[in-house]
């Protein structure tokens, strides 16, 4: 062999135990600066469904508006169900019958009150006369509260129509920015189908995986400091801890942990590297 190989091959090693030191100094500094990285959630991620099968009628919204919390981003076909509202409506606010019924009991009552007091003072009407009118006087009072009671149960009718016809349309749980739109007007839709995806990225959750060591340092409700991997948010964002696993995964031996921040001004987008760090921590 001769001496140039030699060297080079010597050299070749020292290049190979100077990587190794190095990577080793670099894992040894990052183990000891207790810092884990994990992925940015939005806490709100809804996948939205309708509540009962029929076709699409509108879709007022569209990928990447925002929308408030109770506003309309669906609505299927309601002719049927407007209909029957309406039909209960007219129904309740007919009060013809229970109006002439309640007039035909004050009247019989005024006649039962002056034959009461015809047959007691003089005893020019017959005890048969103001028995029949006291009999017509409670069947009066009785169809009246019959009719009242229907009343109350078409109102009641009247509102489970309203609330069928409610069904019709989808509203948004909560404020957010509509990122999928899966439905067109003049498509059937059903339960249980995810025909539109809400985020609110207001409030956000670092979800990443810490050692044992350092998951003993952390409690839910405990203020810690998040960094996301973005430039344009330089500063740690303070959050809390709402989640430390209670158990060890056995595949990587780490320890899941959720921490919830604050994101109203959506500086931090979800899906970028989250960086925690746990002081003491190895």
Known sequence: MSVSSTLVRAAVLRAHVLAACMMAATAVHAQQGGEFVGIVYPVRDLALSVHVAAVVDQVPVAVGQRVVAGQVILRQDSRVQEAERERRRVILQDRSELDSTEQRRRLIEGLTLDATALFERAGTVSRDEVTKLRLELEAAAGRVEQLRQAKRREQVELDLAEKELALRELRAPTAGVITLVKVQPGEWAAPGDALLRLVDETVCELRVNVSPAAARRLAT????????????????????????????????SLVEVRVQFPNADRRVRPGVKGRLRVEGAL
């Open 221 to 252: 409700g405990a203020s810690v400091g998040v960094r996301g991997d973005d430039p344009a948010v330089p500063a740690p964002i303070v959050g809390r801890v709402t989640f430390v696993s209670p158990v060890v995964d056995a595949a990587s």
